[in-house]
C-alpha cells in the first residue's frame, strides 16, 4: 500500500499577535425539543406548500446584533440507522418509500429546516409530497449554536 504526504510551502508572513489585541469570540449553545403533537400545521393538510412548524419565541440569547453580526448555525439531533445519537447541519433531508397495502411503493423525502428572526426560532418540517394530514412529524431535537 502505498502512502502519500504532502505539505504546502509558501511565503512567511510576519508573526502572528499574542492574541491580548484581537477581537474575542463568544458562543452559545441552546437545546430545543418539539413534541410530536406539539408542531402546527401551516396550510391546509395535504394542500400544495403545507408544512409543520413550532415557533419558539423569547430566544433572548438571538439578539438583534448576533442576527446582523453573528454566526447562527442549526442541528437536528436524531438516532441514526446504526442506533448513533448524531447531529447534523441544517437543512436535513431524507428519503424513504412508503408501501401501500397493494404494494405500491410511494418515495418522497422529509426536510428539516429553521428560520431565525431576532429573539425567535422556527423549525419547518416539509414532505416532499405534501401529505401532512396524516404524517405528522415525530417529536425532535434541534441544536442552536451561537457564535459572535
Request: some cysteine; overall charge negative; aromatic content about 20%.
Amino acid at each position: 500500500m502505498m502512502m502519500m504526504f504532502s505539505a504546502c510551502v509558501g511565503k512567511v508572513g510576519p508573526p502572528g499577535r499574542d492574541g491580548l489585541d484581537g477581537e474575542v469570540t463568544y458562543w452559545k449553545i441552546i437545546d430545543f425539543a418539539v413534541k410530536s403533537d406539539d408542531w402546527l400545521l401551516k396550510g391546509d393538510g395535504d394542500e400544495i406548500g403545507s408544512f409543520y412548524y413550532y415557533l419558539f419565541d423569547n430566544v433572548h440569547e438571538l439578539s438583534q446584533d448576533i442576527y446582523d453580526n453573528g454566526l447562527i448555525v442549526c442541528y437536528y439531533r436524531y438516532r441514526d440507522e446504526f442506533g448513533d445519537n448524531v447531529q447534523t447541519v441544517l437543512p436535513f433531508t431524507y428519503y424513504d418509500i412508503f408501501v401501500d397495502q397493494q404494494g405500491n411503493e410511494f418515495p418522497y423525502s422529509v426536510q428539516y429546516t429553521y428560520d431565525t428572526t431576532p429573539g425567535s426560532i422556527a423549525f419547518k418540517v416539509v414532505f416532499s409530497d405534501f401529505y401532512t394530514l396524516e404524517n405528522k412529524p415525530p417529536a425532535c431535537s434541534f441544536r442552536l449554536h451561537l457564535i459572535y
